[in-house]
T-cell receptor
Framework: EAAVTQSPRSKVAVTGGKVTLSCHQTNNHDYMYWYRQDTGHGLRLIHY???????EKGDIPDGYKASRPSQENFSLILELASLSQTAVYFCASSEQSTEVFFGKGTRLTVV | GEQVEQRPPHLSVREGDSAVITCTYTDPNSYYFFWYKQEPGASLQLLMK?????EINEGQGFTVLLNKKDKRLSLNLTAAHPGDSAAYFC????????????FGAGTKLTIKP
């Protein structure tokens, strides 16, 4: 079964600090995504990647960087965390534009 | 780029009643269409999918209809039960390379006893 694993599952970060969210997939998928979900709202795409060593900006990339060092791993980096980045973050993978498989999410609280 | 609008944002129906959630999209080249279900505090799970060549899919008490002419995708629940209470998201993608999947904003469905 397809598997997308996120770590950590929850994190409290201080304003101005650096945060790295990690994602690992065992699906052998080329595409990986980072989405943000705010309470009671939909998903917004932050960054995505369709090949290792390359990332693309999504709809809300400001304040975030992404890194895809290998097909299996995709990280989301907040260099200077801000209160407005408090949210649940979902990593996902897919085979090109077909079904997306989601991780269980990371709840990030910036204080 | 692709724009997906999902309506309504909130929907409350009584147990046993039907419910309809609709998404409209803009890219005429859209080919893959999905509905995801998210229960409170959980991740998104694929509920149903339909491809451009299919236009209809049924299962688990739901029917997905695709109207390519109107660029409209709908999720129809025939007889709601409490386990259907969740958030539902449509997702759309095209059939050419390197194209991201675009999600609707979601519908929070509540089933009342």
């Amino acid at each position: 079964e397809a598997a997308v694993t996120q770590s950590p599952r929850s994190k409290v970060a201080v304003t101005g600090g650096k945060v790295t969210l990690s994602c690992h997939q065992t699906n052998n998928h080329d595409y990986m995504y980072w989405y943000r979900q705010d309470t009671g709202h939909g998903l917004r795409l932050i960054h995505y990647s369709y090949v290792a060593d390359s990332t693309e900006k999504g709809d809300i990339p400001d304040g975030y960087k992404a890194s895809r060092p290998s097909q299996e791993n995709f990280s989301l980096i907040l260099e200077l965390a801000s209160l407005s980045q408090t949210a649940v973050y979902f990593c996902a993978s897919s085979e090109q534009s077909t079904e997306v498989f989601f991780g269980k999410g990371t709840r990030l609280t910036v204080v | 780029g692709e724009q997906v609008e999902q309506r309504p944002p909130h929907l409350s129906v009584r147990e046993g009643d039907s419910a309809v959630i609709t998404c409209t999209y803009t890219d005429p080249n859209s080919y893959y269409f999905f509905w995801y279900k998210q229960e409170p505090g959980a991740s998104l799970q694929l509920l149903m999918k339909v491809f451009s060549s299919t236009e209809i899919n049924e299962g688990q008490g739901f029917t997905v209809l695709l109207n390519k002419k109107d660029k409209r995708l709908s999720l129809n629940l025939t007889a709601a039960h409490p386990g259907d209470s969740a958030a539902y998201f449509c997702a759309v993608s095209a059939n050419y390379g390197n194209e991201k999947i675009t999600f609707g904003a979601g519908t929070k469905l509540t089933i009342k006893p």
